[in-house]
Every structure is written in C-alpha cells, then in structure tokens.
T-cell receptor, first 114, second 113 residues
Framework: AQSVSQHNHHVILSEAASLELGCNYS??????LFWYVQYPGQHLQLLLK??????LVKGIKGFEAEFIKSKFSFNLRKPSVQWSDTAEYFC????????????FGSGTRLSIRP | DAGVIQSPRHEVTEMGQEVTLRCKPI?????LFWYRQTMMRGLELLIY????????DSGMPEDRFSAKMPNASFSTLKIQPSEPRDSAVYFC???????????FGQGTRLTVV
C-alpha cells in the first residue's frame, strides 16, 4: 500500500541548530517527492520537490532534501534554523509516470526557541 | 493564475445547518483534492477527482459529507447536517500534468456551534 511516514511528530530546537526531519515512503514505481510547509494559520506551500536527476534537492529558505532510493527516504535538512522556521512540515509522494493522488505524511511540527 | 481559490474563508454555523464549501482549481489542472485538517487527526484526504470524476471518496467520514465537481473549474463540499465535530480547516488543492505538484487554497475555517 502507498504510504508516507514521518517519524517525528514534534521537534523542538534552538535557533542556529541543525535540522533533519525524517520521511520514508512506500510507493510502487518511480515517485515524485515533495516537502510542504505550513506556517501558523496559513495553507500548505511547496518547500521543495524531487522529480529526477540530482538526488540532493535545494529548496527555498535554505532547506534541502536528499532522495536515497535504497532507503526509500527523503529527509529534509537545514544547517541552521531560524525562529521563522516554526511551522508544520509535510512530506508527500506521488507517481512520476502519471498524475494521481498525492500521499501526505502526518506532518512534523517544528518549534524553534528564540 | 490566481491559484486555488476557496470560499468562504471562515464559516460559523449552528449545528444541524447545511454548509457548502467552494473551490476553484487552477485552470488546466485535472486533479482536485479536498482535505480536512484538525489538531487531533492532522491532514486527512477526504475525496479527490480526476477530470471532474470522483476517484476515491474513502476518506469521506460519513454520509453527511458529499462532494461534487460539475465542471473543471468548480467543486463543492457539502455537509448536511453539520455537527460540532466537523469543525476544522478544509483545504482544496489541485494538480495537473505528470508532475503531481499540488497547489493548495487558503482553506475554509469551519466552526459548527
């Protein structure tokens, strides 16, 4: 069955700390992978995406994610977080070969202590 | 394009009343999704359409919920009768082509009192 798992429900960090949020997926065939961010009171916005090519993907605001096919993972990273990164982060997967529904993970809430 | 447009942004209604949420997807997108987000359950996929046809409604919680997509530019999610536990933020999203990137609307915050 198709699924996306996010291991951390709530992560609390201090400013300038490094961040890594885990994401594993189970999806038949070649996948597109996404990270979305939802700032408090706002809608989900695309942070970065992987379709093919370089497995290290760089997104907005200094975020990056690495696609590791052998581990079915697409972890999100940022070397130094800021208070403004406080948000909920969602990993998602969809089929590469055809448009279809996108499977979202349960989300990870990130709280940054100023 | 103005993006995915949802209306209303906020809705407060009394228990037992009918509620209709509206969504206009991005022009040219052939997939439309309705999600519900609550603190307890997180982000839940309720139903999605492809080319105006409902493909999977297994996430619709009860028969009180129904969704339609009469044409490519409009969809509705109806709750009848509404109950306090339906209070949530309802998001509509659309995607198109083979890239599957979903674009979300601003959401409708529904409060049933």
């Amino acid at each position: 069955a198709q699924s996306v798992s996010q291991h951390n429900h709530h992560v609390i960090l201090s400013e300038a700390a490094s961040l890594e949020l885990g994401c594993n997926y189970s999806y038949g065939g070649t996948v597109n992978l996404f990270w979305y961010v939802q700032y408090p009171g706002q809608h989900l916005q695309l942070l970065l995406k992987y379709f093919s090519g370089d497995p290290l993907v760089k997104g907005i605001k200094g975020f990056e994610a690495e696609f590791i096919k052998s581990k079915f993972s697409f972890n999100l990273r940022k070397p130094s977080v800021q208070w403004s990164d406080t948000a909920e982060y969602f990993c998602a997967a969809g089929s590469y070969s055809s448009a279809s529904k996108i499977i979202f993970g349960s989300g990870t809430r990130l709280s940054i202590r100023p | 394009d103005a993006g995915v447009i949802q209306s209303p942004r906020h809705e407060v209604t009394e228990m037992g009343q009918e509620v209709t949420l509206r969504c206009k997807p991005i022009s040219g997108h052939d997939y439309l999704f309705w999600y519900r987000q609550t603190m307890m359950r997180g982000l839940e996929l309720l139903i999605y359409f492809n080319n105006n046809v409902p493909i999977d409604d297994s996430g619709m919680p009860e028969d009180r919920f129904s969704a339609k997509m009469p044409n490519a530019s409009f969809s509705t999610l109806k709750i009848q009768p509404s109950e306090p536990r339906d209070s949530a933020v309802y998001f509509c999203a659309s995607s198109g082509g083979t890239r599957n990137e979903a674009f979300f609307g601003q959401g409708t915050r529904l409060t049933v009192v």
